[in-house]
């Protein structure tokens, strides 16, 4: 399987990959995170998923908690606080109100 562009540019760009593994580092270690690591686990080792090589994945979707495919749920973009920042609200306070993103 070929490489994604994101993989192709930090493998490429060796500082840029020095900077991300170091943001990554610090971002792993906040509180929320750790939180949020420790939720998952528990409900994992609930559902009885936990290292048993099943390819699940317990993901927040939401306020809920569900299990889905770990390649799913590990490239699933449109769930996280980043994405959902960058995309911004729809309509209202927007300078153009009728563009939703192609949505």
């Known amino acids: 399987m070929a490489l994604g562009r994101t993989a192709r540019y930090y493998r ?19 509180k929320s995170q750790i939180a949020r ?12 998923t936990y290292g048993n090589y099943d390819g699940k994945d317990v993901s927040h979707k939401g ?10 749920n590990r490239a699933s973009k449109t769930n996280t606080p980043g994405d959902r920042r960058a ?16 949505r």
């Open 37 to 48: 690591r420790v939720e998952n686990n528990k409900e994992n080792r609930e559902k009885g």
């Open 63 to 72: 306020d809920k908690i569900v299990l889905e495919k770990e390649s799913k």
């Open 87 to 102: 995309r911004g609200k729809k309509g209202k306070g927007r300078k153009n109100p009728g563009n939703t993103g192609g």
């Open 12 to 30: 490429d760009n060796p500082e840029a990959r020095k900077k991300r593994l170091e943001y990554q580092k610090r971002y792993n270690a906040r």
